[in-house]
Every structure is written in structure tokens, then in C-alpha cells.
């Protein structure tokens, strides 16, 4: 099946500090991609929609400012935790859609210390 | 507003036992609906998948049975094992390219 690359799979920053998650869609080019955000033991929740060549729809309540997503090419698309902090702590999820099919990345652990 | 509602929440079955998840969706035009695995530290990974106009589909031990007039659907695991303990979530789409929703998960546990 096709893959999705997510890396790093594990980040620590401090607070203050911004960190970027890069999501790559190895085999297939990907119009769209989407990033969740994950909590222990909960459901996966869709932070933005990330459409190559223009600008992500975020869903209501996620801060675009905090969270910048850029997908600059069909097989890129980054989140950017700007200022991160403790609480931004969380498994982030990215994810590319292969007609009707869904391909998700490993998932990145961001600890904010 | 959950769009895709799952029970239950965790599960404990016996080695060689049948695992069944249940969900149900509001959204008739839904079109796509997908059960995903994933293990701890993991991304979810595709295990099965039915579109609405068939109403069962199988592919090895994993079964997906739907039924559109209830707007339900269900995972059946046959055969249960040790190796298929994981959550498990399903999910639904409406057209190629669109966002997922998601069920809240169900955490299996087999045991041997």
C-alpha cells in the first residue's frame, strides 16, 4: 500500500521553542493532508486540513497562529508548533488520501518540557 | 457533534474468541467506511474497509458487516489473538479526498 512518512517520530523541546513535524507521502502525490492531534487513550482529532499551493483549514478552536502548516509541494506538508508549550504536549497525526483510501504517518510524540 | 459513535470503549476477549465493534453514523451521505488498527506509539493503519451498497465484506479473519437502513456498521475478528490487541477505530467519509470522522476507539484486549 502506499506510505506516508512522518518525522521525527519522537521530539522533546522546551517551552518557548518551536518545533517542526514534516509529513511525506513517499509513493503517491497528495493534494490534501490532514493533521490530528491525539490524546492518550482518545480518538483522533482533526486539527487542519493542509491543500498544497494554498492555505490550510483549520478547525474551530485550533489556533492557526500556534499551529502553522505549510504544504509546499504534493508530497510535503509541515506543522509548525510555534511557542510550544506544556500543554501542546501530544501525539500529532498527519495523514494523505489515496482516492478513497486513507494513509496515516507514525505519529510524532511532542513533549514540551 | 460526534458524527461517528462506537462501542464499546474496551473489550476482553479469550484467545480464539470473536471480537465484535459496533458503530453508527447520522450522515446518509457518507460513502466510505473504513476500520483502522493502531497499535501504541503507532499512526492507525487500514484493516478493512465497505462501501454502503455491499453489506458484508471479508477479508481473512476480519469481517465488516453493514446494514444502511439502521446507518450501522460493525468489525467482527474471528479467531481472535494475542497479536490483535490494539485499538480499534472506525471511521467515515463522504467523496474522494475528504476528511475522516472518526469513532471514539475501542481498546481490545486478547487474551490468551
Redesign the interface.
Known amino acids: ?1 502506499a506510505v ?1 512518512s ?1 518525522h521525527p517520530s519522537r521530539v522533546i523541546c522546551k517551552s518557548g521553542t518551536s518545533v517542526k513535524i514534516e509529513c511525506r507521502s513517499l509513493d503517491f502525490q497528495a ?2 493532508m ?1 493533521w490530528y492531534r491525539q490524546f492518550p ?4 482529532m ?1 486539527m487542519a ?1 493542509s491543500n498544497e499551493g494554498s492555505k490550510a483549514t483549520y478547525e474551530q478552536g485550533v489556533e492557526k497562529d500556534k499551529f502553522l502548516i505549510n504544504h509546499a509541494s504534493l508530497t510535503l506538508s509541515t506543522l509548525t508548533v510555534t511557542s510550544a508549550h506544556p500543554e501542546d504536549s501530544s ?1 500529532y ?1 498527519c ?1 494523505a ?1 489515496l ?9 510524532t ?1 511532542l513533549t514540551v518540557v | 457533534q460526534q458524527q461517528v459513535k462506537q462501542s464499546p470503549q474496551s473489550l476482553i476477549v479469550q484467545k480464539g474468541g470473536i471480537s465484535i465493534i459496533n458503530c453508527a453514523y447520522e450522515n446518509t451521505a457518507f460513502d466510505y467506511f473504513p476500520w483502522y488498527q493502531q497499535f501504541p506509539g503507532k499512526g492507525p493503519a487500514l484493516l478493512i474497509a465497505i462501501r454502503p451498497d455491499v453489506s458484508e465484506k471479508k477479508e481473512g479473519r476480519f469481517t465488516i458487516s453493514f446494514n444502511k437502513s439502521a446507518k450501522q456498521f460493525s468489525l467482527h475478528i474471528m479467531d481472535s489473538q494475542p497479536g490483535d490487541s490494539a485499538t480499534y477505530f472506525c471511521a467515515a467519509s463522504k467523496g474522494p479526498g475528504n476528511q475522516f470522522y472518526f469513532g471514539t476507539g475501542t481498546s481490545l484486549t486478547v487474551i490468551p
Open positions: 500500500g506516508v512522518q493534494t490534501t490532514f487513550k482518545k480518538s483522533l482533526l486540513t501525539f497525526i495523514s488520501r482516492g478513497t483510501e486513507a494513509f496515516f504517518g507514525q505519529g510524540r
